[in-house]
T-cell receptor, first 115, second 113 residues
């Protein structure tokens, strides 16, 4: 199994530009999570999907952020327009939500720098 | 609301020494608790989890954790530290009746030769 795949691994962009982060979850998993990690705020859940449907987006910081999951094997997180304070590592994770206490499998992350 | 608190943002031990990373939880219902490890420039990896079965949980790489309801604790231990254990460790609780994990602030473990 290839694990959770994220692209790009690194992104450097200028303030005001649109940024799209991509995630391919583990095949067969039915839940997908987007997290943001910064030194100041730690690890924050932005949004999660179950069976491709957004369940909780209360962690999305503002309207500049949007996420989609058009099918079970692909999700995007878009920031438009980007700002320097969006600089962080963004993680995608997936899980198979059957039973209790199911593990989330994390991708390697995308390090975003907005200048 | 459920939450976890990790005591000590940095812990340093000598190679071969006991590792003890502290985590206390707050929950009005039986919690599901997790320990994750993050190596530099990598994503998080599950070490172990507690889901209301045995209170002593064994994980990968020789780590274990004990669920103590009376102390609302879920501390992570390893009898003998190895240089390769140097990483950041996160305790997390699964929010009741949801898929959401609530993470602690993390503890960075340094291992000295």
């Amino acid at each position: 199994d290839a694990g959770v795949i994220q692209s790009p691994r690194h992104e450097v962009t200028e303030m005001g530009q649109e940024v799209t982060l991509r995630c391919k979850p583990i095949s067969g998993h039915n839940s997908l999570f987007w997290y943001r990690q910064t030194m100041m705020r730690g690890l924050e859940l932005l949004i999660y999907f179950n069976n491709n449907v957004p369940i909780d987006d209360s962690g999305m910081p503002e309207d500049r952020f949007s996420a989609k999951m058009p099918n079970a094997s692909f999700s995007t997180l878009k920031i438009q327009p980007s700002e320097p304070r969006d600089s962080a590592v963004y993680f995608c994770a997936s899980s198979l939500t059957q039973g209790v206490g199911y593990e989330q499998y994390f991708g390697p992350g995308t390090r975003l720098t907005v200048t | 609301a459920q939450s976890v608190t990790q005591l000590g943002s940095h812990v340093s031990v000598s190679e071969g020494a006991l590792v003890l990373l502290r985590c206390n939880y707050s929950s009005s219902v039986p919690p599901y608790l997790f320990w994750y490890v993050q190596y530099p420039n990598q994503g998080l990896q599950l070490l172990l989890k507690y889901t209301s079965a045995a209170t002593l949980v064994k994980g990968i790489n020789g780590f274990e954790a004990e669920f103590k309801k009376s102390e609302t604790s879920f501390h992570l231990t390893k009898p003998s530290a190895h240089m390769s254990d140097a990483a950041e460790y996160f305790c997390a609780v699964m929010r009741y009746n949801t898929d959401k994990l609530i993470f602690g602030t993390g503890t960075r473990l340094q291992v000295f030769p």
